[in-house]
């Protein structure tokens, strides 16, 4: 039995965990206001929010219920755009009618579930970070201006009336932003005991373990209705980030979003949010997760080839058993991987970088965000003065599997970051590399595509000694 709360209704079905919690809104419960656009977490029209208990409140996130599982509903409260109705249009409802925000109407759903999200989960609310929300959404007919104005509108709203209300849900509910059943599901959700059987039968091995399910719930959401999963995204064992034995350890089952929040991760990565701005979109990074990005395989695996330069190890469990291995011994070929069937990717782990060291991560594709990489890199050195001690260079789009490329980094270890020695560490790079023309750019255009990343990591690393001219 699977048993969550949808809007303001209490659910309980005995439907395949696997269902695509889409499917579930729009063929079980009718409720067609959320779209089905792309199916593949692209679009944003299928965009609803994950009520999450935290202790005595409910912590919500903007998810894709194309690719959420409807067992991963079980004990939390699932809001669609119907959830936000009242008798009349609700504020951000009216402002996107107002100012023009709407036209066919086929993605408006998804945009205003977004920026009710956003409001919900944020105090403080400003309107770069309430536009910045709405960027797993897209609009084919309308422009984005009225859209931004709409949700412009509303911050002032909310700020306007920052004292009315010391509980800020209350204030909302006030301001009619969101129902008044809102306040009674934290104790709902407490009287909601969660499936003993969540997880599967215990009479046979899981087809698959599932976590955030962001690409296999795009390549193979049809097999998932007929195949015994086990959902692992609550399991706590494989999630979080901590500091043990001088290494930053990172739970398999963290989402990219967990990662780019981390206090311990913007220490040492003080541009990570920027970084990780170009995974996907904040819906996806809600819930992908490392390990997924890491199993995947994917050449152009942007978790992958940031983790690579950092000489990452990773661990493997089968329950009673564990493995480590280097990450980047863990690729052999396209797609294949050195690991067992029956084993799980528990966590990841790297050095906490020290004295004085600089990284870097770089992307090219063919739209700077919501899309995979053609071509992406990531650098981390450790310098004595100028000299660099130590380095690590990865590469993605380039091979059958993520790359390092080991004797580039070799080779610049004594070295410093002059033209001379750049130009030389290029002409090592290409001959590490073996790119593939395809739908992303010819073998040509990626090596040079790779040569410019190379070129832009030591830029940035030793501005005050490269001229740009002489590298071109």
Not at 56 to 68: A, M, P
Request: net charge positive.
């Amino acid at each position: 039995m699977i048993n969550f709360i949808l809007n303001d209704k209490e659910i309980k079905t005995l439907e395949n965990k696997g269902m695509g919690l889409l499917d579930f809104i729009r063929k079980d419960q009718h409720l067609t206001g959320t779209k089905e656009g792309c199916r593949e977490g692209d679009c944003g029209a299928c965009t609803v929010l994950v009520g999450e208990l935290a202790g005595d409140k409910v912590e919500y996130k903007s998810v894709n219920s194309c690719l959420l599982p409807l067992g991963d509903a079980d004990g939390k409260h699932i809001v669609t755009i119907e959830g936000f109705n009242l008798e009349e249009l609700n504020p951000l409802q009216n402002a996107m009618v107002e100012e023009g925000g709407t036209q066919c109407g086929f993605c408006t759903p998804g945009f205003i579930v977004s920026l009710e999200g956003y409001f919900i989960a944020n105090e403080n609310v400003n309107a770069f970070d309430a536009v910045e929300s709405v960027d797993g959404n897209i609009c084919r007919c309308t422009g984005y201006a009225g859209i931004k104005r709409s949700a412009e509108r509303i911050v002032k709203l909310i700020i306007s009336n920052q004292k009315k209300s010391k509980n800020y849900l209350e204030k909302l509910v006030g301001l009619k932003l969101i129902p008044e059943y809102f306040l009674a599901v934290p104790q709902r959700l407490k009287k909601i005991t969660l499936s003993k059987k969540r997880n599967g039968s215990n009479d046979r091995r899981p087809d698959y373990f599932v976590a955030g399910g962001t690409d296999l719930f795009v390549q193979k959401w049809e097999t998932m209705l007929e195949s015994n999963i086990k959902l692992i995204s609550g399991e706590k064992k494989y999630s979080g980030i901590s500091i043990s034995g001088g290494r930053i350890k990172i739970g398999g089952n963290t989402t990219v979003t967990e990662i780019t929040k981390s206090p311990v991760m913007q220490k040492y990565f003080t541009e990570i949010k920027k970084y990780f701005s170009l995974f996907g979109s904040q819906p996806i990074r809600s819930r992908a997760t490392l390990a997924g990005n890491i199993i995947n395989a994917s050449p152009i695996a942007d978790m992958t080839i940031f983790f690579l330069a950092l000489n990452s190890d990773i661990t493997f469990s089968n329950g009673k058993k564990k493995r480590k291995l280097l990450l980047r011994n863990l690729y052999k070929g396209y797609k294949t991987l050195d690991k067992k069937s029956d084993e799980i990717l528990e966590c990841l782990s790297f050095k906490i970088p020290h004295g004085n060291f600089l990284f870097n991560y770089e992307k090219v594709s063919r739209r700077t965000y919501l899309d995979i990489a053609s071509v992406n890199s990531s650098m981390y050195v450790e310098l004595n003065g100028n000299i660099i001690t130590s380095a690590h260079i990865s590469a993605g789009g380039v091979a059958p599997f993520p790359l390092c490329l080991d004797k580039t980094s070799k080779y610049l270890i004594g070295k410093q970051g002059s033209p001379d020695v750049i130009n030389r560490a290029v002409e090592i790079m290409l001959s590490e590399i073996s790119p593939i023309s395809d739908a992303r750019g010819s073998a040509e255009y990626k090596a040079l595509l790779l040569r410019q990343l190379i070129f832009s990591h030591f830029i940035k690393f030793f501005p005050e000694m490269i001229n740009v001219e002489e590298l071109v």
